[in-house]
């Protein structure tokens, strides 16, 4: 955060010139997908996390929450001066701030509409994104079905940018040096199959844990915290490993050490990026049958539904068809980085001074 003491007063800030601009993300540095770090990276934006969860020795329930980052947020601003505000979607309360700062200033703003922000509590505030959403410079949709509810609502800019793409270079250089061999070794001789897990509300552990009982054959392993959910490690079948949570680094060595991988979602209409590290890794992944995920991995690899049957069924076939598939999965990450290149330079070009024809 930005020291308060060293703001500049209101004549200098009216003199000063404009800063970089800037990536706004209402949470933890380090939680959730990385998409929006990297968008920050690739446009040249600072990357500004403004969490508070507590106030001294007490822990601030979510509504006061947001009142102390509101606070936060607008000591940030005045101080930084952006010449461009970006900010990750929901929670709307931050896309509403940067808008009320950047509107009388002529500041571009542009949001990161996660799909989460179709989930039933972010629903509920739709009456106040709508309006926002006119009002931008740019509205980024993950997947076409977001795109086409934002493009219904008016919204400015609308843009459709999938999940940042990834090289297989850059994957295994931060996997290197991790040694998970003691973690993989409760596996013996027996399929590994990794589920990337967070215990949140949208992620089919249980159905995961009904299909590790349907496939001893397998071993599993779930990453996330398990206290989130308020799961007992004794609570899982003998073929499962809670790993709880993991750096970066050890998360893609332990993918990269897995014969296969789960990437499942409950919220419909959602692209999981965790495929695209799958594919970098050259790791085969079972994904939610979805239309939106068939759209962008079809021949990939393979889509299922949650019940243990038809997991057990992909994930084989998904292992089996390994060799076959990897020089489709070699030309689509060549096609995905040349997308990811051409997006972020044509959103700069559009949050740019003048840029929003």
């Known amino acids: 955060m930005v020291d308060p003491s060293r703001q500049p007063n209101s004549s200098q800030q009216d003199a000063a010139p404009q800063g970089p601009a800037v990536f ?5 540095e380090g939680e959730g997908s990385g998409r929006g770090v990297r968008m920050a990276r690739a446009l040249g934006a600072a990357p500004v996390h403004v969490w508070r969860g507590t106030l001294g020795p007490f822990r601030l329930p979510t509504p006061l929450r947001y009142v102390a980052q509101w606070v ?7 101080c930084l001066r952006p010449a461009a505000i970006y900010v990750q979607v929901p929670p709307v309360f931050a896309l509403l701030q940067a808008v009320l700062y950047a509107a009388p200033r002529g500041i571009p703003v542009a949001a990161d509409n996660h799909s989460s922000f179709l989930d039933g509590r972010w629903r509920w505030f739709h009456w106040l994104q709508r309006p926002l959403a006119r009002r931008l410079r740019a509205n980024l949709a993950h997947n076409e079905a977001n795109e086409a509810l934002l493009r219904a609502w008016g919204a400015g800019g609308t843009a459709l940018v999938k999940s940042p793409a990834v090289a297989r270079g850059d994957m295994l250089a931060l ?3 991790e040694d998970v061999s003691a ?4 596996a013996g001789d027996r399929l590994k199959v990794l589920m990337v897990n967070r215990f949140a509300p949208d992620d089919a552990w249980r159905e995961v844990l009904r299909g590790a009982e349907a496939m001893p054959e397998a071993h599993f392993f779930l990453t996330g915290d398990p206290a989130r959910a308020g799961l007992a490690p004794a ?4 073929n499962v490993t809670l ?6 680094p050890r998360f893609l060595a332990l993918m990269a050490a897995c014969d296969a991988a789960l990437t499942l979602t409950l919220r419909p209409d959602t692209l999981l990026w965790s495929i695209r590290e799958c594919l970098a890794l050259g790791v085969p992944f079972t994904a939610t049958d979805s239309a939106v995920t068939r759209a ?12 243990p049957a038809s997991l057990r069924a992909a994930l084989l076939r998904a292992v089996e068809r390994r060799a076959e598939r990897a020089e489709a999965c070699d030309a689509y990450i060549a ?12 959103l700069r070009a559009r949050m740019a001074p003048g840029g929003g024809g």
């Open 24 to 28: 706004l993300f209402w949470c933890r």
């Open 72 to 78: 936060d947020t607008a000591r940030t601003l005045r």
């Open 175 to 177: 996997a290197a040096g």
């Open 183 to 186: 973690v993989t070794a409760a």
């Open 235 to 238: 609570a899982v079948p003998a």
């Open 243 to 248: 790993t709880g949570l993991l750096p970066r």
């Open 296 to 307: 962008e991995f079809d021949g990939l690899g393979e889509f299922s539904a949650h019940d």
């Open 335 to 346: 096609r995905d980085l040349e997308r990811w290149d051409r997006q972020m330079a044509e």
